[in-house]
């Protein structure tokens, strides 16, 4: 059990200290060119998701057995972390689909992984 929450604990740590360095390295590009806010959304996006999946795939190889009832879990986990940290600024798409692209990812891989 205790393996199990470091595994989750890490992910978390990984995704999020992600978010923060894209936040920073976005900003200061920001700071220097001028960027279309559509386009700062498309990156953001695209380098949450990409972060998403890159952490799917750390997971899976941590964990061994029951990697579906896992990763649901670590999803809905990661939806409330979510739902309290944007709770001002609650985007129902990105709410729901960066839990459900971890869960498919870590579906595919263990497919693959067979």
Not at 18 to 42: C, D, E, G, K, R
Not at 43 to 52: F, N, R
Not at 107 to 112: D, E, G, H, N, R
Request: with cysteine.
């Amino acid at each position: 059990m205790k393996t199990y929450v470091k595994i989750y604990g890490k992910t978390y740590s990984f995704i999020f200290a992600v978010f923060i360095v894209i936040s920073i390295i976005l900003a200061t590009i920001i700071s220097f060119i001028q960027i279309p806010n559509t386009m700062y959304n498309i990156i953001v996006q695209t380098l949450s998701y990409v972060t998403i999946i890159v952490s799917a795939f750390y997971f899976y190889k941590q964990i061994n057995n029951k990697l579906l009832l896992h990763s649901c879990f670590f999803a809905l986990i990661y939806l409330l972390l979510i739902l309290l940290l944007q709770f001002n600024n609650i985007q129902l798409v990105t709410l729901i689909t960066r839990p459900l692209t971890f869960i498919i990812t870590s579906i595919v891989l263990s497919y693959i992984g067979r």
